[in-house]
């Protein structure tokens, strides 16, 4: 029909059977970035927030979120991960942060989804704890930036330095 996967051929959602899939090593990489007011940033950097470690708060956020990936993505398959990684890079110029998620396992499907929700949770999390300084931050340049393993093999997101 549409050459999706997550529909059937009548046109109804699905989850994919992978049951007939050989485990492989699947490794997935995704970033994003929230801008935000001078102030904001600097309250960030300076460890002043009112509500704690911004960023040690989001970290663990982040890999909960990835964690539990299944459960907020209707077709996205359970999947026992290895490793998930949350990182923060500060940009001063812009009065950004840019997080960088990175999840592992040996499995029969894709950890995409899974690096995707840990960076978009992490930033939700430190929008969370920084609203109340400024409402008007926004998320912004969401996306995978690599991924390893699986039948459809390696992806890198053009322009990215991996």
């Known amino acids: 029909m549409s050459g999706l ?12 059977d992978v049951s007939e899939k050989n485990p492989t090593s699947r490794t997935a990489c995704a970033t994003g970035q929230i801008q935000m007011s001078p102030e904001c940033f600097s309250t960030i950097v300076e460890g002043r927030a009112k509500k704690g470690d911004v960023l040690g708060v989001a970290q663990l956020a982040g890999i909960m979120a990835a964690k539990r990936t299944s459960d907020l993505i209707p077709l996205c398959h359970p999947l026992m991960l290895s490793k998930v990684t949350v990182t923060f890079e500060l940009l001063e110029e812009t009065h950004s942060v840019q997080t960088f998620c990175t999840v592992k396992c040996e499995g029969k499907t894709g950890v995409e989804m899974e690096a995707l929700t840990g960076a978009t949770v992490a930033l939700l999390t430190i929008y969370d704890m920084c609203k109340a300084i400024d409402k008007g931050m926004v998320l912004q340049q969401v996306h995978l930036v690599s991924k390893e393993g699986g039948k459809s093999g390696s992806f890198v997101f053009p322009g990215s330095q991996t």
Request: no cysteine; proline share 0%; net charge negative.
């Open 5 to 16: 996967t997550h529909i059937d051929a009548h046109g109804n959602a699905q989850m994919v």
